[in-house]
């Protein structure tokens, strides 16, 4: 499968632990996208990587949030002292920097903080 | 603020029926616009997109139309199958600059469900 993969696909944790979900990006494509969906919503961006450089960060992305892709490859999202409203599905997106810079989404991660 | 609105929240069709979905948008500076379908549990897959210099496009059975002086685009589904039952969300993005990016703004998403 030459997709975009994230794991864990779900996770259930308790309020005020450390989480960390990790995403693989279509191999070719140096444009990373992390986005955070709500039960009945849209995706909402969070924060966005050209290779290594993390080059925007939304405002959704508070300082219990961090990201990182070192070496321009996988990306992995961390949440800090998790809180009940950090619920929601946190999908990573990928895409080339070259045409209509489409984005393809990976199956996402399902957070659950009790 | 909402940047791309999206109506109906929800839609019923009969089989082999049309399926019409509406976005619009606020922020001229969007120029490039897609539609995605998303399946319970899923993520979003990329269906048809479309650029504000034509005002049509279309594959297979879908087709985006797109009114650039209403701010307005729609995704239809012709020959709607029951398969097509999922969430469709239209979206908007515009280059960020000197950064490359190209956050997309979703709408709320429209739940299709196609009766047999």
């Known amino acids: 499968d030459t997709g975009v993969s994230q794991d864990p696909r779900h996770k259930i944790t308790k309020r005020g632990q450390n989480v960390t979900f990790r995403c693989d990006p279509i191999s070719e494509h140096n444009r990373l996208y992390w986005y955070r969906q709500t039960l009945g919503q849209g995706p909402e961006f969070l924060t966005y990587f050209q290779n290594e450089a993390q080059l925007e960060k939304s405002r959704l992305l508070s300082d219990r949030f961090s990201a990182e892709r070192p070496k321009g490859s996988f990306s992995t999202l961390e949440i800090q002292r998790t809180e009940q409203g950090d619920s929601a599905m946190y999908l990573c997106?990928?895409?080339?920097?070259?045409?209509?810079?489409?984005?393809?989404f990976g199956p996402g991660t399902r957070l659950t903080v009790l | 603020q909402q940047q791309v609105k999206q109506s109906p929240q929800s839609l019923i069709v009969q089989k082999g029926g049309i399926s019409i979905i509406n976005c619009a948008y606020e922020n001229t500076a969007f120029d490039y616009f897609p539609w995605y379908q998303q399946f319970p549990g899923k993520g979003p897959a990329l269906l048809i997109a479309i650029r504000p210099d034509v005002s049509e496009k279309k594959e297979g059975r879908f087709t985006i139309s797109f009114n650039k002086s209403a701010k307005q685009f729609s995704l239809h589904i012709m020959d709607s199958q029951p398969g097509d039952s999922a969430t469709y969300f239209c979206a908007a993005s515009r280059r960020g600059g000197d950064t490359g990016r190209r956050a997309l703004t979703f709408g709320s998403g429209t739940r299709l469900q196609v009766q047999p």
């Open positions: 997106a990928s895409s080339p920097s070259r045409g209509d810079n489409e984005q393809f």
